[in-house]
């Protein structure tokens, strides 16, 4: 009677346990785990696919699974310049907001480019906006530019805007602001258009209600 317990215990327990594979699978942590093992198995197709279908909710998954879009043209022989500039900009950044795809980045950089750099976290001079040259007082709001450095496009991802008149600015470092778009309520995702901004260093700022809620440093590098 006893085993006949055990055995519908463990029954019971390998059912949840394939439940919650099978539901973790169709996440975006599952999909990064396929992605990983089938780059580690050399399987750039279907690691190729899952990628593909990640859809990243933080500058963590951002990192990660453009990091496999360069681990794969790498190994598909057609990684770019652009490549090797974002495989860099991910190594320079602070891993408690980057994720691990930042050790791998500071690998794979060292590897490609036979070099031995030497990486400085700096985590506590950052505010939880990584790279960010204005302290906020708000350090819930969270504001990521991805790809940074740009070309002619990167995205801007933040908090849920809940206010109006929320907008935010692309300026110079002197202060000249060179782009100011309005973001509508429940706004969390903008793609910004920088084909028209020459290379350099700039500031995005985002304001909700007319207050600076978070900047973030954007290199242009076409």
Partial sequence: MNIVFLISLLSISDTCLQHFYSANHS?????????DNYLANGDVTNA?????????????E??????????????????????????????????????????????????????????FDNCDLY???????????????????????????TTLTFNSIDANDSYFSVSSIDGKILLKQLLQLGTTIHELDCS?????IYLVNLYVSGTLRANEKLIINK
């Fill in 196 to 200: 028209s901004i020459a290379n350099g």
């Fill in 48 to 60: 190729n696919y899952e990628n593909i279908l990640l859809s990243p909710l933080d500058q963590h």
């Fill in 62 to 119: 951002m990192n990660t699974k453009r990091m496999n879009e360069i681990l794969i043209n790498f190994d598909n022989t057609t990684m770019s310049s652009l490549d090797i500039s974002d495989a860099l900009s991910i190594a320079n950044q602070c891993p408690l907001e980057g994720g691990k795809a930042v050790y791998t980045a500071r690998a794979f950089y060292n590897s490609i480019q036979v070099t031995n750099l030497i990486y």
């Fill in 127 to 153: 505010t939880r906006n990584a790279g960010s040259l204005i302290s906020t007082e708000d350090e819930n709001f969270n504001l990521f530019v991805y790809p940074n450095p740009a070309t002619n496009k």
């Fill in 27 to 35: 996440t975006c942590i599952g999909k990064v785990y396929k992605t």
